[in-house]
């Protein structure tokens, strides 16, 4: 965090002569106060909130590398009430833009919390209903649940997300909208052996699924409309499965 500017009292001396007035000065302006610095209230509120803000971090940030770890986030999850594992957490991570799956840097907290307009425990807790009311706007969510995907992206030049994983996914971004398509997805991928692993391309093909065929007829799904083959698979094993 950058230094406070510090404010220093200005101090006149009693020959007149030190200090010109606007009325003397040719540039109508007062001199003999260039080192003066003068914080304005709203700068000052900005640096004590700032402030408030890396206290909180600090005290969940990991002593060596300066950053709030999963240990970290486990002790907040418990001090807010809400368990590592529940999709709020998720949406937290995507409202500070974190770049890596279970850590939070200094910046990304300031920022995040900035964009929540919290700065206590207590605020965040209550602020979370509004979080999860801001991702579910239809303007958002997308941006969200492709999020999700690549905060499961943990290694370098990554592509890809185990099926386990995915599955795993699904249900915490998915399920509460659309249960019984994503059971049924859910129970598929477990037992197809296809594919392994998700790419970027099938996962948003699993939401524009959910959200554009009709359910559980499939009457509206075309193949031809360039979907990803593990989706044209999985309506066929759907039809067979009726049969």
Not at 51 to 59: G, W
Not at 78 to 94: C, G, K, Q, Y
Not at 201 to 215: N, P
Request: with cysteine; aromatic share 10%; proline share 4%.
């Amino acid at each position: 965090m950058p230094p406070r500017a510090s404010k220093r009292k200005a101090t006149a001396s009693h020959n007149s002569s030190s200090v010109t007035s606007a009325d003397d000065s040719p540039t109508g302006t007062i001199t003999g106060l260039d080192n003066v610095i003068l914080i304005a209230p709203s700068d000052k509120n900005k640096t004590k909130k700032t402030d408030r803000l890396d206290t909180l971090f600090d005290s969940y940030a990991n002593c060596s590398s300066g950053i709030i770890d999963p240990e970290g986030i486990e002790a907040l999850c418990s001090d807010i009430n809400v368990e590592h594992t529940d999709v709020r957490i998720l949406m937290f991570a995507w409202k500070l833009k974190a770049q890596r799956q279970g850590y939070f840097t200094r910046d990304e907290w300031r920022s995040g919390m900035k964009a929540l307009k919290v700065d206590s425990l207590s605020k965040l807790k209550k602020g979370l209903p509004e979080l999860e009311k801001e991702v579910n706007t239809p303007g958002n969510f997308q941006d969200f649940y492709s999020y999700a995907f690549r905060y499961c992206l943990t290694e370098e030049k990554q592509k890809t997300v185990d099926i386990e994983s995915v599955c795993e996914l699904l249900n915490l971004v998915l399920g509460s909208q659309f249960q019984s398509k994503v059971d049924l997805l859910i129970e598929y991928l477990k037992i197809q052996s296809d594919y392994k692993a998700i790419n970027l391309d099938q996962w948003m093909g699993f939401l524009r699924f959910c959200k554009e065929i009709s359910f559980p007829d499939l009457e509206n799904y075309d193949a031809d409309l360039a979907w990803p083959l593990i989706l044209d698979n999985f309506v066929d094993w759907m039809k067979e499965k009726r049969c």
